[in-house]
């Protein structure tokens, strides 16, 4: 009779060890499905929405680099016609050294006549001369490769609102709105016409 009993709880005790074990094999099976489930499932709304929105700006980058890349092409263009000869010059005067004044002359020139207009030095392609753009700012727009007048001209304003909410909570009360429109009138050397936009921005705040 001890013998038996002995035996029987013998049995007992394997069964409860291989039902403790079986059921942790299953719960370890399951565990797996679930992580591999979780890798290879679909991605959170809110991750979907984050690389949409990088798509996005990856092809605005995309859009202003190529406009940027048409607009040196066309300035190397104009460049190169200006220094050619005129076909309606005579001959004896081709060997005359030009009357124009040099390109960087020029452009000395031209920035000089800003600042007398505008009260300040004026730097060419300074960012900064542009209202609502400090050194930070600037730094931001060199970062996307916006790094004249005449290709923040040609900037969608969503890219650059974009870029002021990436660059964190300090940049977002920043309205680029009138980037691009100040940015041509300086890259067409409309000095006037940038300094009464400018005062109109500012009129427009003081009746705020």
Same mark, same amino acid.
């Given at each position: 009779?001890?013998?038996? !009993?002995?035996? *029987? #709880? ?8 291989? *039902? ?11 565990? %797996? ?7 290879? *499932? ?12 990088? +798509? ?13 890349? +048409?607009?040196? %092409? ?21 060997? $005359? ?7 960087? !002359?020029?452009?000395?020139?031209? @920035?000089?006549? $800003?600042?007398?207009? @505008? ?18 700012? $600037? ?21 650059? +609102? ?9 940049? %977002? ?12 009138? #300086? ?7 940038? %300094? ?13």
């Amino acid at each position: 009779m001890p013998y038996t !009993l002995m035996k *029987g #709880l013998i049995w007992v005790l394997l069964a409860v060890v291989l *039902g403790v074990v079986i059921g942790w094999l299953l719960r370890s099976v399951a565990a %797996k499905r679930q992580i591999e489930r979780a890798r290879s *499932g679909n991605v959170g709304s809110t991750d979907q929405a984050e690389v949409e929105r990088l +798509r996005n700006r990856v092809a605005n980058l995309e859009t202003v680099v190529t406009e940027r890349d +048409r607009l040196r %092409k066309e300035l190397d263009e104009r460049s190169s016609v200006t220094g050619a000869v005129p076909a309606t010059v005579p001959e004896s005067i081709i060997g $005359a050294p030009p009357a124009a004044d040099p390109p960087a !002359l020029a452009a000395d020139t031209e @920035l000089a006549e $800003a600042a007398a207009v @505008l009260g300040r030095p004026v730097i060419l392609d300074d960012l900064t001369v542009i209202e609502g753009i400090g050194p930070t700012t $600037a730094e931001l727009c060199h970062g996307i490769g916006i790094t004249t007048w005449a290709e923040l001209s040609v900037t969608e304003v969503s890219l650059l +609102r974009t870029m002021l909410n990436d660059a964190g909570q300090r940049f %977002k009360a920043t309205d680029p709105s009138t980037w691009p429109t100040q940015a041509a009138l #300086l890259a067409g050397s409309a000095w006037a016409d940038f %300094k009464a936009f400018v005062d109109g921005i500012d009129g427009d705040r003081a009746d705020d």
